[in-house]
């Protein structure tokens, strides 16, 4: 697994996620369960991880979208 996207706004995560479903490559999100940690105040990053051979086609997918 390879991280592909690490913010803070777990709304990217949603879009980049849905973007990559919709090209046939699975992501899976991380750390989303750390608010409690934080207090929910949003400020521990969240990562988007794929599959080491999607990695290349899934930062072009989000680069193409703008996202990144």
């Known amino acids: 697994m390879k991280e592909l996207l690490r913010t803070t706004d777990p709304l990217t995560i949603v879009r980049a996620t849905d973007l990559l479903a919709?090209?046939?490559i699975t992501?899976?999100?991380?750390?989303?369960?750390?608010s409690v940690l934080e207090g929910s105040i949003g400020i521990l990053p969240?990562?988007?991880?794929?599959a080491?051979?999607?990695?290349f086609m899934a930062r072009a997918i989000l680069r193409d979208h703008g996202i990144g």
């Open 22 to 24: 919709g090209e046939g």
């Open 27 to 34: 992501a899976f999100a991380l750390d989303q369960h750390m």
């Open 46 to 50: 969240r990562r988007l991880m794929v």
């Open 52 to 55: 080491d051979r999607d990695l």
